[in-house]
Nanobody, 127 residues
């Protein structure tokens, strides 16, 4: 059974940090592009970051560049998102997703457009 299970979300003050994890199972994790996508209350899905299958290439939305770092451990079938200098506008439900093809984030996608989609973890940035 294919699963993507996110964890690590929570409530944090502005300027704080969180590390999200996404544990993958049921598919060959190391062969897939992996993504972090978020959805703020009342808004559509927003691409956050991408990482190539071997992990050598990563890309970020302008809104998080310099603050967030995506990484993966293919031996552990786990995707990470280190989030620093968090802002209230980072408040959202964060999803991890996997796909066999590269997505630049420039066009709108929906959960069914990905090969694999997690259940999400809530990040709330508030004082």
């Amino acid at each position: 059974q294919v699963q993507l299970v996110e964890s690590g979300g929570g409530l944090v003050q502005p300027g704080g940090s969180l590390r999200l994890s996404c544990a993958a199972s049921g598919f060959t994790f190391s062969r897939y592009w992996m993504y972090w996508v978020r959805q703020a209350p009342g808004k559509g899905l927003e691409w956050v970051s991408s990482i190539s299958p071997p992990g050598g290439s990563s890309y970020y939305a302008d809104s998080v560049k310099g603050r967030f770092t995506i990484s993966r451990d293919n031996a552990k079938n786990t995707l990470y998102l280190q989030m620093n200098s968090l802002k209230p506008e980072d408040t959202a439900l964060y999803y991890c997703a996997g796909d066999g093809v590269y997505w630049s984030g420039s066009n709108q996608r929906h959960p069914h457009d990905f090969d694999y989609w997690g259940q999400g973890t809530q990040v709330t940035v508030s004082s």
